[in-house]
C-alpha cells in the first residue's frame, strides 16, 4: 500500500520471523550466508518482531541487503480514531475470521485482505481492536466458534492471534521481483499476501516445521486455561484454545502454501508434515543445507593431550545442555582425561545457563567441561576429537558439516536431518558408512557410550572422520547448494507478474480431484 | 529450528487487566467522608448556636469555621485523592511498607502547599487580634491534616475507630468550646474546638502508625501518581470547588455581611444551606452502607469470575446482576431521600418558629433540601463512576458542576431575594441527569470498559 516508494527496488524481499539479523543461530546463519552467496542479487528483509523495537543486531548485513522494515506483531499502527459505518465494514470480516480461526485457506486470507485495503491506511489498532464495533465483532466470533471457553483467555488469543494478522496485511508492502519467507506462520501470511497484493512469486524454505512448533510451544503453554477437567476427562469433550491457538497456526500456514510457488525444506522428514498441513506436492523439494566445504577441511589439527568432546549450540533448553553434561559425567568414567567445551552463547537464557552451571559444579566437573560462550570455530575445531549433539528438536544442525568437513564425526540425537548427514541419505551410493552415531533423545548414557566407543578406539574413529568428510563434499557442499538458490532466484525472477484472478488458486482443488 | 517464532508466552497477557478493583472502591467512598463531616459540624453549629447569641464573637467563631472548612476542603482536593489511590495501589500490592512515609509527605505537600495562601489570608486580608489569627491558623492546620490522616483509615475500612475518634472528639471539642467561651469568646470556643480535632487527628494518627509498623522509606514516591491520575487529582479539585461555589458567589448579594474583620459572608443563605444539607446525612448512610454490601459484592463477583476464566455468558449474567443492585440501591435511597425532602419542606415553616430561625431562610432552605436532594443523587452516581475507574467522565462531571453551580447561583443573584438557593437546586438537577445518563451507559457497556478501554494492558 503506502509508504512502499521508501524502499529501494530490490531483486528479492526476504520474510523473516524472529530470527535475523537480531537473534544469533542457526537459521539467521542460514540466512546470512544466503545473502552474502547470492552477491549479484539484491535483498530487502521484512522483520516480524515480538516487541515495540529492534533489538541489538548480532549481524552485520552484507551490502546486496537495500533495505530492513520492522512488523511488531503485538503493535498495530494506532491509524484512524473512528471510521463511518465501521459496524458493517467489520461485519465484513467476520466470515473469513472466523475461518482464519479453522479451516482458513488463501482465499479467506484474500477476504480479509480486501476489506482492509478497501480503506486504505485508515485501519488501525483504535478501529480493528479498541473499538466497539470491534468488540461486538469479537463477541461474535466467541459465540458463535467458543462460547463455553473462558472469555478472558479467549480475549487475549484475539488480540494476538488476530492483532498479529492484522498487522501482517496492514505492515508497508516492499518492491521485489521474488518474494522468500523462511517460515510459516505470519512470515508465511505476509508471503501469502505478498503474492495476493504483487502477484510476484512466492517462495517458502522452511527449516522447522512452524506448525509444530508451535504445537509443542502450546501443548506446554501454562498460561493458557485449559477449562475444569482439564486433560484428565476421558473423552475431550469440546474444542478448546489450545485447539483455536493450533487451528489457526494450520491456518497460517495452509494460506502461505496455497500462495507458495516452490515450498523447499531441508530433508524428507519434514515433507510429512508439510503435506498434512495442505501443502501441495508438486511444489516440494529438498534442498539441503550447505556448508563451506573448502574452508572447514583446511582445518588443521591442533595436537592436544586429552580425548576432547564438543557441543557446540546455545545454552538454551531446546538444546538439552543438561543431558549433554550428564553425558559428560557418565563418560568421565570411562575417559578419566576427557575435555568437554559447551562453545555457544549463553545470554539467551539467563536463567537455564545458571542452571547449567549448577550441575556442573553438583556433578563436580568444573574440570573437565569448559563453557566457551560464542568462539570462532575455526581455531577451535581443529582441538575437538568428536561433537555432541543432544537436542530434542532440530532442523538440519549445520555444526555437524562444518566438523564433517574438518574430518569430525558427531554423536547426536534422533532429530531432523542429523541421521540422513550421519549415516547417508536414503539410497547414497556407494555408502560412505556411519560419520559418528545416533542415539535416542535425553538419554545421557547412550550418549556417553557412543562418544567413549569412539573416543576408545582409534580405527572406529579414523573411519567415522572419512565417512563424514567425503559425505559433505559429495552433498553438502555450499557451493554447490548456492548454485541451486541461484538458480531458483534467476527462475522466479524471470517471471511474469500474475494478474489478480490467478494468484489464488481455484477452490477447494481437493474436492475437484 | 532455532530462532524461527518467539515465545508465545510474550504474546499472553500480562495479569494486570482488572488492575486494582478493590482500589477504585477507596477513593470513591473517601471523598464523601470529609463532607459528611463538614456538614455535621457546620450545621450543627448553625442549629445549636441560636442558644449562644449573645455571645457576639460567635458570629467571628463560626465564619472562620464555615472559611477553614470551605477552603482547605478545596485546596486539598487533588492531593487528598491521589493519596488515596497511591495507598490502595499499595493495599492491592499487598506492600504496605511506604504508608507511614507517605503520610509524613502529603502532610508536608498539603501543609507547605497551603500555609502561604492561609497565613498571609489571616495576616494580611483579615484584622483579627493576634491570638485570633493563630487559634483559626492552628484550626485550619487540624482541619486539613485530619482530611489525609482520614483516607489512610478509610482505605483499612476502619470505620469504627473514625466514628469514635470523631465522636469523642467533637464532644470534646463541643464542651471545652462552649466551657471556655464565657471567659475567652472567640478565642476560647476556637481553641475548644481546636482541643476536639486535635484529640481526633492525634487518635487517627496513632491508629495509622500502629497499622503501619514501618520506617519511613521513599516517603514522596506517590508524588509520580500525580502525573498517571492527573484527572482524578482535578476531580478531587473540581468537586470540592463546586460544593461550595454557590456559597462564594452568594458573597456577592447585596444582602451579603462584612465583618469588622473583614471576612465577607452570607450568613442568611450560608446557614439556610447547610440545615438542608443535614437532611442527606440519613441518606448517605444508607447509601454507603449498600454499596458496601450488596452492591460491593455483585462488583468483585463481576471481576473475579473474569480472572477465574468464566465464559462470556457468566459475565453477562453477572453484569445484569450488578446493574439490579445499583438500581436496588439508588431506589432505596431516591424513596427515603424523597420522603425527607418532602418532609422538610412541608415541616420547615414549624420546626423554623420552634427553633427560632429566622423565617427568612425559608425560601433558601427549601430550595436547599431539593437541591440537596439531587446533590446527594449525583455524589451516589459519581461513586459509582468511581468504582469503575472513569476518571475523566468523573472529572468532566464535576467540571459540569463546578460552571452550572456557579452560573447558576449568580444567575439568581440577578434574580432577586426570592429566588436565592434555586441556582444551586437547578445546577443540582441538571447535572445529576448528565450524570445518570453518563454513568447508565458506562455501566451498560461495563464488559467492553473492563477488557477494552479501561484496560491498562490493552495498548
Not at chain 1, 524502499?7 to 537459521?27: I, K, Q, S
Not at chain 1, 536414503?426 to 556411519?434: D, I, R, S, V
Request: hydrophobic share 50%.
Amino acid at each position: 500500500m503506502d509508504r512502499v516508494d521508501r524502499f529501494e527496488p530490490v531483486d528479492v524481499c526476504l520474510v523473516l520471523e524472529g530470527t535475523y539479523p537480531y537473534v544469533a543461530g542457526g537459521v539467521s546463519s542460514w540466512v546470512h550466508d544466503l545473502v552474502r552467496a547470492q552477491k549479484d542479487l539484491t535483498f530487502h528483509i521484512v522483520s516480524l518482531m515480538p516487541g515495540t523495537r529492534p533489538p541489538e543486531r548480532r549481524y552485520e548485513m552484507p551490502q546486496n541487503v537495500r533495505g530492513i522494515n520492522h512488523v511488531f506483531l503485538q503493535h498495530l499502527v494506532p491509524g484512524a480514531r473512528w471510521m463511518p459505518r465501521l459496524d458493517k465494514r467489520l461485519a465484513a470480516l467476520e466470515a473469513p475470521l472466523r475461518a482464519m480461526q479453522s479451516t482458513g485457506t488463501l482465499h479467506d486470507l484474500r477476504d480479509v485482505l480486501d476489506v482492509l485495503q478497501k480503506s486504505g491506511r485508515r485501519f488501525g489498532r483504535h478501529t480493528l481492536l479498541n473499538s466497539e464495533p470491534a468488540w461486538r465483532l469479537l463477541l461474535r466470533v466467541y459465540e458463535a466458534d467458543m462460547s463455553e471457553s473462558s472469555f478472558l483467555d479467549y480475549f487475549w488469543t484475539w488480540r494476538s492471534l488476530i492483532g498479529g494478522l492484522f498487522n501482517v496485511l496492514l505492515s508497508p508492502m516492499p518492491d521485489a521481483k521474488v518474494f522468500h519467507t523462511i517460515s510459516t506462520g505470519y512470515a508465511g501470511l505476509f508471503a501469502a499476501r505478498a503474492k495476493l497484493e504483487t502477484g510476484r512469486p512466492v517462495l517458502l524454505t522452511e527449516h522447522g516445521i512452524y506448525t509444530n512448533e508451535r504445537r509443542i510451544e502450546i501443548a506446554m503453554a501454562d498460561w493458557l486455561y485449559e477449562g475444569p477437567g482439564g486433560s484428565l476427562g476421558l473423552s475431550k469433550p469440546k474444542r478448546d484454545l489450545k485447539d483455536l491457538w493450533i487451528d489457526t497456526f494450520v491456518a497460517y500456514s495452509r494460506s502461505c502454501y496455497q500462495a507458495c510457488d516452490r515450498i523447499i525444506t531441508l530433508y524428507s522428514g519434514n515433507q510429512d508434515l508439510q503435506r498434512r498441513d495442505g501443502a501441495d506436492e508438486s511444489k516440494l523439494r529438498i534442498v539441503p543445507n550447505g556448508v563451506d566445504y573448502e574452508r572447514f577441511s583446511q582445518i588443521e589439527r591442533i595436537p592436544h593431550d586429552r580425548p576432547t568432546v564438543a557441543l557446540v549450540g546455545r545454552v538454551v533448553p531446546i538444546k538439552d545442555i543438561k543431558t549433554f553434561i550428564r553425558a559428560v559425567g557418565i563418560l568421565k568414567r570411562e575417559v578419566p582425561d576427557v575435555l568437554a567445551y559447551l562453545m555457544g552463547p549463553t545470554d539467551e537464557d539467563e536463567d537455564y545457563h545458571r542452571e547449567c552451571l549448577q550441575m556442573v559444579e553438583h556433578l563436580e566437573l568444573q574440570e573437565t567441561l569448559i563453557f566457551t560462550g560464542r568462539v570462532k570455530l575455526d581455531e577451535w575445531l581443529g582441538k575437538v576429537d568428536v561433537m555432541v549433539l543432544t537436542s530434542i528438536s532440530e532442523a538440519q544442525p549445520l555444526v555437524i558439516l562444518e566438523g564433517g568437513a574438518a574430518g569430525i564425526p558427531t554423536v547426536s540425537t534422533d532429530v531432523g536431518a542429523c541421521r540422513d548427514m550421519l549415516h547417508g541419505m536414503p539410497g547414497e551410493e556407494p555408502p560412505l558408512g556411519a560419520g559418528g552415531a545416533i542415539t535416542p533423545l535425553s538419554n545421557p548414557a547412550a550418549t556417553a557410550r557412543e562418544l567413549a566407543a569412539l573416543l576408545k578406539d582409534p580405527q572406529n574413529l579414523e573411519s567415522a572422520r572419512n565417512a563424514i568428510r567425503e559425505r559433505v563434499r559429495l552433498y553438502y557442499n555450499k557451493v554447490e547448494i548456492d548454485r541451486i538458490y541461484h538458480e531458483i532466484y534467476i527462475e522466479e525472477i524471470a517471471e511474469p507478474t500474475l494478474p489478480p484472478e490467478q494468484r489464488v488458486p481455484p477452490r477447494a482443488p481437493a474436492e475437484a480431484a | 529450528m532455532a530462532g524461527i517464532g518467539f515465545a508465545l508466552r510474550r504474546l499472553a497477557y500480562r495479569d494486570d487487566l482488572m488492575g486494582i478493583v478493590q482500589g477504585y472502591a477507596h477513593s470513591a467512598v473517601v471523598s464523601s467522608g470529609p463532607w459528611l463531616f463538614t456538614i455535621l459540624a457546620v450545621g450543627s453549629i448553625n442549629l445549636f448556636a441560636i442558644y449562644l447569641t449573645s455571645l457576639a464573637e460567635l458570629t467571628t467563631f463560626r465564619i472562620i469555621l464555615i472559611y477553614n472548612f470551605a477552603f482547605s476542603l478545596a485546596f486539598s482536593g487533588p492531593v487528598l485523592l491521589v493519596a488515596t489511590r497511591y495507598l490502595a495501589d499499595m493495599i492491592f500490592r499487598k506492600d504496605v511498607v511506604e504508608a507511614p512515609g507517605m503520610l509524613l509527605a502529603s502532610m508536608l505537600l498539603l501543609l507547605g502547599s497551603q500555609a502561604p495562601v492561609v497565613v498571609s489570608f489571616y495576616i494580611f486580608a483579615v484584622d483579627l487580634a493576634p491570638v485570633v489569627v493563630a487559634a483559626a491558623l492552628m484550626n485550619y492546620f487540624l482541619v486539613t491534616a485530619i482530611w489525609l490522616v482520614n483516607i489512610f483509615l478509610t482505605a483499612l475500612k476502619d470505620y469504627s475507630s473514625i466514628t469514635l475518634a470523631f465522636l469523642v472528639g467533637m464532644a470534646a471539642g463541643g464542651g471545652a468550646g462552649i466551657w471556655l467561651a464565657g471567659e475567652f469568646g472567640a478565642v476560647g470556643i476556637l481553641m475548644g474546638f481546636n482541643l476536639g480535632l486535635g484529640l481526633i487527628l492525634f487518635s487517627l494518627v496513632a491508629r495509622v502508625f500502629a497499622e503501619y509498623p514501618y520506617r519511613i522509606t521513599r516517603p514522596f514516591a506517590f508524588i509520580g501518581h500525580f502525573r498517571r491520575y492527573w484527572d482524578l487529582a482535578l476531580a478531587g479539585l473540581f468537586y470540592n470547588l463546586a460544593i461550595w461555589v454557590d456559597k462564594w458567589v452568594m458573597w456577592f448579594a447585596p444582602e451579603r455581611e462584612q465583618l469588622p474583620s473583614g471576612f465577607i459572608s452570607y450568613p442568611v443563605y450560608d446557614g439556610a444551606m447547610f440545615l438542608a444539607y443535614l437532611s442527606i446525612v440519613p441518606a448517605m448512610a444508607v447509601f454507603i452502607v449498600n454499596i458496601e454490601t450488596r452492591f460491593f459484592e455483585h462488583y468483585q463477583r463481576f471481576y473475579r469470575d473474569i480472572q477465574h476464566h468464566a465464559n462470556y455468558a457468566r459475565i453477562l449474567e453477572n453484569h445484569s446482576a450488578l446493574i439490579q443492585a445499583l438500581l436496588a440501591a439508588s431506589r432505596n435511597v431516591l424513596v427515603l431521600q424523597f420522603c425527607l425532602c418532602i418532609a422538610a419542606i412541608l415541616v420547615a415553616g414549624e420546626l423554623f418558629a420552634v427553633v427560632g430561625i429566622p423565617a427568612l431562610q425559608l425560601g433558601i432552605f427549601r430550595f436547599g433540601v431539593l437541591g440537596a436532594l439531587f446533590h446527594v443523587l449525583l455524589m451516589f452516581v459519581g461513586i459509582v463512576i468511581a468504582y469503575f475507574d472513569l476518571r475523566r467522565v468523573l472529572m468532566w462531571i464535576q467540571v459540569l458542576y463546578l460552571v452550572l453551580n456557579g452560573a447558576f447561583t449568580w444567575v439568581t443573584l440577578e434574580l432577586g431575594f426570592p429566588w436565592y438557593g434555586y441556582g444551586y437546586f437547578m445546577a443540582s438537577l441538571v447535572t445529576f441527569l448528565v450524570a445518570y445518563a453518563v454513568c447508565a451507559r458506562n455501566v451498560a457497556r461495563l464488559p467492553f470498559l473492563t477488557f477494552v478501554r479501561n484496560n491498562a494492558s490493552v495498548s
